[in-house]
């Protein structure tokens, strides 16, 4: 007579997924296919962020949370504070607001990972700034090129991100900007 072991019961894991953004704070979790949208703008701080996170999410049920920062994020923790949001980013303590663990990344390197499909990747997030990321087979490396010097005395997020796009007049401007010429 052989004996059956009985399979493990593991229950799923729900992760929380939080795409701060300068215009929006996006939540999905685990087995949504719809975001819930918060606005954002100057006044979201890390505090009003959270709350305003818990009353949307108050009937779901999570184990941990995952968070994009627009911004530089080192061991876990924002490096600097955003520059299209509130203040109060650096230094607090997420875990302990959630209550559950938490992983912050950078956004633009959350987005990255969410389409990579393999090999090369430049990741140029277009939104209320620009966001951008790298991943070369498997690796993924934040960057930072919002920021960069671009002409008259500007950053490339100045022209590209959504205050650029309407200090200009341009809708598509950002999309006319990057495409190469055709040949």
Do not use: C
């Not at 979790?29 to 108050?58: C, F, H």
């Not at 080192?74 to 509130?86: A, C, K, S, V």
């Not at 303590?93 to 090369?120: E, V």
């Amino acid at each position: 007579m052989t004996t059956r072991r009985a399979k493990p019961h593991h229950k799923p894991h729900r992760i929380l997924v939080i795409d701060v953004g300068g215009t929006h704070v996006k939540l999905l979790m685990t087995g949504q296919k719809e975001p819930v949208k918060i606005p954002s703008n100057l006044s979201m701080t890390a505090a009003k962020m959270v709350r305003d996170v818990k009353k949307a999410t108050r009937s779901w049920k999570y184990d941990d949370v995952s968070m994009g920062y627009p911004g530089p994020v080192i061991n876990n923790h924002p490096l600097r504070e955003p520059h299209n949001l509130g203040g109060g980013w650096v230094g607090f303590d997420f875990r302990k607001a959630f209550g559950h663990p938490i992983k912050i990344i950078n956004d633009a390197s959350m987005q990255a990972l969410g389409s990579y499909k393999g090999g090369r990747m430049l990741f140029l997030g277009l939104g209320t700034g620009l966001g951008s990321a790298m991943v070369i087979d498997g690796v993924l490396e934040p960057m930072e090129l919002a920021h960069l010097a671009y002409k008259n005395g500007k950053t490339y997020e100045d022209y590209l991100g959504i205050r650029g796009l309407e200090n200009t007049g341009r809708k598509n401007g950002a999309v006319k900007f990057l495409r190469s010429p055709r040949n």
